[in-house]
């Protein structure tokens, strides 16, 4: 598809519609949102598993409280 411009030079629309040349933006953007592709090893996998499973955990306030009012000792325990 071409197209007559002043002076009677035809151009491809195709061409005009390209930048002259390539923008850091572009460079940036394709450097940040490539595709990567991550396999485990059966051991990383297990640990991605527990850590998912440790930051997914349901914890009640009652479980909170029990955990901020435990009894705490340092040292040698005293026998009462």
Known sequence: MSEKIMGGV???VAEQ???AKVGVWPKVKAFLFKEIKVELTPAQQKF?????E???LE???QDFKDFL???VTFGKKKNN
């Open 10 to 12: 035809e151009t491809n």
């Open 54 to 56: 440790f930051l997914h």
């Open 69 to 71: 009012f435990q009894e």
């Open 48 to 52: 991605e598993d527990d850590l998912n």
């Open 17 to 19: 519609a390209l930048p």
């Open 59 to 61: 914890i009640t306030w």
